[in-house]
């Protein structure tokens, strides 16, 4: 027989199954959740987009955009590629990213973190307790560069985040010079076999 618990207010709950002549905790399997997904890449690579269609694919799911922790540092934000200040704040965001990643986790909701990693923060995401899927957009500089129109960034940024981004390890690259469909085909197949976390309320 199947039952439906709640695990967040105000949203459906999750489906868990009992097995007849079962008593136990055990015996209630719960719809898998899937392992928290940090989608990275460089600048005019599409992570936004690909996190947003994610997210909105999944019954329930967060997403986390560590741009917007950043923006939580309203006096003395520094740009996160700047050395010093800059990239202690993207840090500091990123800590956060994944302090709220387990706690979605933890109350059952799935979530999807989106930042632009650059190799001085990876570390943060790799050791942090949520464990992110971490999988990365791939396209070349000339192709970034044709889609970053309105791009607040300088040449000479946008140039040396995109290098920067290239040294970010990923557990799985996706080429994001196709259409946006492709891309996020590819991304949920490799999220969905990434593996399973674990609610604990």
Do not use: K
């Amino acid at each position: 027989m199947t039952a439906n618990l709640p695990s967040v207010p105000g949203h459906a709950p999750r489906t868990y199954r009992h097995h007849a002549g079962v008593t136990s905790a055990a015996a209630l399997d719960v719809e898998p959740l899937r392992r928290p997904l940090l989608i990275t890449g460089p600048p005019a690579a599409g992570a936004t987009s690909v996190a947003a269609a994610l997210v909105a694919s999944r019954p329930l799911c967060a997403l986390v955009e560590v741009a917007d922790l950043r923006g939580l540092v309203r006096s003395g934000a520094v740009d996160p590629w700047r050395p010093g200040a800059g990239e202690g704040q993207h840090r500091l965001a990123a800590v956060q990213a994944g302090l709220l990643a387990s706690s979605f986790v933890a109350a059952g909701v799935e979530v999807v973190l989106c930042d632009v990693v650059r190799p001085v923060v990876a570390e943060v995401y790799r050791t942090a307790a949520a464990d992110p899927f971490v999988v990365a957009l791939r396209l070349p500089l000339e192709v970034a560069r044709s889609r970053s129109a309105g791009n607040p960034l300088t040449a000479v940024e946008f140039d040396a985040l995109h290098a920067e981004a290239a040294l970010v390890p990923a557990d799985a690259e996706v080429d994001a010079t196709a259409d946006l469909p492709a891309v996020l085909a590819e991304v949920q197949a490799l999220w969905a076999a990434a593996g399973t976390a674990t609610p604990s309320r």
